[in-house]
């Protein structure tokens, strides 16, 4: 469902990013790039209000003609940023929610990994497993 | 040497195999590195390979010479075939079998080899396996034969040094296959691949040729190498440099690792005995191996390596870190980032795995599941359905693996790789964890302290006593009535011998009275605190929700005049029945008090002297509304403490209960926050005024209500409690003339005053505790929230 799915770390660099190779990746690159600024935006939006308040989930970020970007926060500031076809009408906004969930349960799940150092890229096959699970299905 | 004879088989295979190792032709002396490379792959152990060294006289001469080459090859020989090796073995063993060397990669015609093995007597052992005679052993080598010398056959690869030797054919194909071993070796790839842990060895070395010592190092690697066991390899391609370039860097590791396994015989028998294709199955030695290492780090075998830990010793096998994250992965099955027993096994033994060339699977194979790691016995699934999965080897599935494993496959990869099963997997471990830390949680808050429920004591005579038991028991929700009566939780016991001995008027004698009946006076207590406790349980907080329903029933103590007035009648309709006030817990209490309230109502004096006979011929205490304060418990017996300093006498006695009553009230009001607990505690506080002599061993208070309450919450209410015990026990110190003197109309409308004044001063008290401990509340939510804004701008970070 997702066409490129991008794991960015708390000081804005990519831990991990994927795209379907059909794609010019470099374009979805470059999306997550400028959806960034959307995140920080969103996320010093709700500065004031308590952090736990702050939903993890931000929603669509932006949309392009066709593609749609979705953006989830976690409380460490671990952005995770999906590009989804705009033409995939049928996703619903609780499957994007479900697909972040997954998201973020593999990434604390790589975390748990000692062997991982934080800010290293991710490396893990489950992560990637999962990540093409999700990936998988887009048409 | 003696003179060495040789068959002709043997004399034949004996001149390729030279050739083989010859390959500077010259026809005199074959090169150290192959022979030594020959020599592993006949997949005997170091110590041996060097002994039949010895004995051919290589090390004597520095090389091999022909003849020492053969001597070796016999040697081999016999060492394969389980006997000892001595110089006179070479001769005097008869009908030796060729010695067998594990070629690692056959190309085609894996299926030869099942003629083969077919003709081959040994299967799947891998020692000793028999030849075929040299020209089946030219089909035999399966095309691995790139061996020209040996092979007359053209059709060996030559790129294939595979040795001349062909790898017994006999294991049936099994698992191995899913190995893919990193093969740079286009060869044909599928001939025969022997898993077996020397064996893929074999085959890169001969291709690479790579020095010796990488070779030294993989062969002394046969020790824990999985139990793959199968000679056969399969369609996988051989394995390649890669397995080789691990070798040479983890070579020392491996020997190390190898030694320290003691691996040699172990393996030897381990492949002897294995006749599973199960490549991950964890042998006994290899398992008792983990478990050495595990306790190393880990003296508690049920207990965890902590992620660091396990980071640390696995570092150490050198293995490359995404290896080792993937290793991770694999083994740290619910995801806590610690290692159990099992998941450690697991883990040490994709390790050694890896270090012996093959590669990680993509999914936890099956016999390293934690929960189905299975010494000997799980080798029924033969391969694991990891394997299965990715290995999309050819065809040489092993047989074994089949119908077992796709459901088995499928389950746990489904598991792998559903990751709400993984959440779920990980909730539910961690769940139950909160839930066994809740129940210990639970269980201390259990005893005593203070959610002992104070039963009232009641002076009332056994039989009266079991009645009210009985209603109580009827009224509240305790689920096991009889048990109160039978269990008697010491502090309760004890606490009411000393309430009772404070309480009652008789003191002395109530107080033997009180010992003897001991199993009268618990048994409100029983109550109280079995309905403490079962309030504690249920709530898993003690305390937590709507106390149950305070022990008995709060609500009758409502209409204390009228329950009072209930009780009395009751009273003095059943004489000395305290059945009336067992109904109504909080008319209960002043029922027992007769010494002090001899006087206020005809009932009362009756009750009272009953009671006071009662208490005196078997101390029951009313048992005070069970409902009353659990905690007051803890308090009665601070008041009692109290009183009991302040008393000593018998006159005394009644203001002390009196104070007790007032004080548990007051003390269980304070405990209590909620309205109905006022409610019970002003039924419990006005039976208590009314009782006055009663003793309210059972802190009358709302108890039940209470929630667990810190200790500092009774601490405090302790300290209210004796301030208010003095107030208290002024109030009281009036009272108890009054009773005496007038009729019983008027002692009885004195007495519901006197209840009412007490309750409304306990209430207010309550109130004003209440306040208080809102106002502290308050304060603790306003620091926290100033923590957290405090700690917020870090986060924006």
Redo the contacts between chains.
């Keep these: 469902m997702a066409v490129c799915i991008a794991v960015i770390a708390k000081e804005n660099y990519p831990l991990y990013i994927r795209s379907t190779p059909s794609e010019n990746e470099l374009k979805f690159h470059y999306m997550v790039h400028t959806s960034l600024d959307v995140v920080d935006e969103k996320i010093s939006a709700m500065g004031k209000a308590l952090v736990d308040q702050r939903e993890l989930y931000l929603g669509l970020l932006y949309p392009t003609e066709d593609y749609k970007v979705y953006g989830y926060v976690t409380n460490s500031k671990v952005k995770f940023v999906m590009v989804v076809d705009s033409s995939n009408t049928a996703l619903r906004d609780n499957e994007i929610r479900s697909m972040f969930r997954k998201l973020h349960n593999s990434y604390t799940d790589v975390m748990c990994n000692p062997f991982y150092n934080p800010g290293d890229r991710i490396q893990s096959r489950a992560f990637d497993n999962m990540v093409t699970s999700m990936m998988i299905q887009v048409c | 040497m003696e003179g060495l004879t040789l068959s002709d088989a043997e004399q034949k295979y004996y001149s390729d195999l030279f050739s083989y190792c010859d390959i500077e032709s010259t026809k005199k002396v074959v090169v150290n590195g192959r022979v030594l490379e020959l020599f592993r792959a006949a997949q005997l152990p170091n110590d041996v390979v060097l002994q039949i060294m010895e004995l051919c006289g290589a090390t004597r001469l520095g090389y091999f010479g022909r003849s020492q080459f053969y001597i070796a090859l016999k040697l081999v020989a016999v060492a394969q075939s389980g006997f000892p090796l001595r110089v006179e073995s070479i001769n005097t063993v008869k009908d030796l079998p060729l010695p067998r060397f594990v070629a690692s990669k056959n190309e085609q015609e894996p299926r030869p080899a099942a003629s083969y093995s077919s003709d081959s007597e040994n299967q799947g052992s891998y020692s000793g396996g028999v030849i075929p005679p040299p020209p089946g052993r030219g089909q035999v080598k399966k095309g691995s034969v790139s061996h020209d010398a040996v092979q007359p056959r053209p059709s060996a690869d030559q790129q294939e040094p595979a040795s001349p030797v062909v790898s017994p054919q006999q294991s049936p194909p099994t698992s191995p296959h899913t190995w893919r071993k990193h093969n740079r070796h286009p060869s044909g790839g599928n001939g025969e691949r022997p898993l077996a842990g020397p064996g893929p060895f074999w085959s890169p070395f001969a291709d690479s040729q790579s020095g010796s010592a990488a070779g030294d190092a993989v062969w002394a690697g046969h020790s824990p190498p999985p139990p793959q066991e199968n000679w056969v390899s399969f369609a996988d391609t051989p394995p390649t440099s890669t397995l080789l370039s691990m070798h040479p860097a983890s070579v020392q590791d491996q020997t190390t690792v190898r030694t320290v396994a003691s691996a040699t015989t172990a393996n030897e028998i381990r492949r002897q005995s294995s006749s599973y294709d199960d490549p991950w199955k964890i042998t006994d030695e290899q398992r008792q191996y983990y478990v050495n290492q595990f306790k190393t780090i880990q003296p508690d075998l049920n207990g965890f390596i902590p ?2 830990a ?2 640390e010793f ?1 570092t150490k096998s050198k293995l490359p ?2 290896e ?3 290793i ?2 694999l083994s ?1 099955f619910d ?3 610690a290692l159990t027993l099992d998941e450690f096994c697991a883990a040490f033994h994709l390790v050694v795995a890896r270090k012996n060339g093959y590669d990680l699977p ?1 999914k936890l194979p099956e016999s390293l599941m934690p929960k189905l790691i299975d010494l000997e016995d799980s080798a029924d699934v033969g391969d694991q359905p990891g394997e299965v999965g990715y290995s999309g080897s050819p065809a040489e599935a092993p047989p074994s693996k089949s119908p077992s494993m796709p459901s088995l496959n499928q389950t746990w990869p489904e598991l792998n ?1 559903s ?2 099963q ?2 779920t997997f990980s909730e539910r471990s961690s769940s139950s964890q909160t839930l066994t830390q809740f129940d210990s949680n639970i269980a201390p808050a259990d005893p005593d302290t203070a959610i002992v429920h104070p039963v009232p004591i009641r002076m009332t005579p056994s039989k009266i006593h079991m009645q009210e038991m009985e209603l109580k028991r009827t009224g509240s929700d305790l689920t096991n009535p009889t048990s109160p009566l039978l269990v008697k939780p010491p502090d309760l016991s004890e606490e009411n011998k000393i309430n009772s001995s404070v309480k009652f008027p008789s003191g002395n004698t109530v107080a033997d009275g009180y010992s003897s009946s001991d199993s009268f006076t618990s048994d409100p207590e029983q109550i109280g605190s079995s309905v403490t406790r079962q309030r504690s349980h249920s709530g898993t907080s003690p305390d937590n929700t709507a106390p149950p329903p305070p022990p008995p029933r709060p609500q009758p103590s409502h209409s204390r005049s009228s329950s009072l007035d209930m009780n009395r009648t009751f009273a003095v309709t059943t004489g000395q029945q305290q059945a009336g006030v067992v109904a109504h817990p909080p008319a209960v209490p002043p029922r027992p008090q007769p010494s002090q309230a001899p006087g206020p109502s005809v009932h009362r004096p009756v009750d009272a002297d009953g009671l006071i006979t009662h208490t005196s011929t078997s101390p029951q205490q009313i048992p005070e509304q069970p409902n009353f304060a659990d905690f007051s418990q803890f308090e009665v017996f601070a008041a009692s403490n109290v009183t009991e300093e302040q008393d000593g006498d018998a006159e005394k006695h009644p203001e002390v209960l009196l104070v007790e009553k007032a004080s548990d009230p007051a003390s269980s009001l304070r405990v209590a926050k909620t309205d109905s607990k006022i409610e019970d505690k002003t039924a419990a506080s006005a039976p208590a005024n009314m009782s006055k002599g009663t003793t309210p061993l059972a802190p009358p208070p709302k108890p039940v209500r209470r929630r667990l309450k810190s200790e500092d919450e009774l601490r405090p209410d302790v300290d209210e409690h004796t301030q208010k015990t003095g107030v208290l026990a002024a109030v009281l110190a009036s009272q108890p003339s009054i009773p005496r003197s007038v009729g019983k109309d008027k002692k009885a409308i004195q007495a519901s005053i006197r209840r009412n004044k007490e309750t409304n001063t306990v209430l207010a008290r309550l109130n004003s505790e209440l306040q208080q401990q809102l106002k502290d509340v308050l304060e603790e939510r306003i620091s926290l929230e100033v923590q ?1 804004e405090q700690l ?1 701008p870090f ?3």
Excluded: T
């Design positions: 992620g660091s396990a980071k696995f870190i995404l080792l994250s993937h991770w992965e740290d995801k806590d980032g993509e790789q990751s709400e993984w959440e957290l917020r986060s924006h970070l």
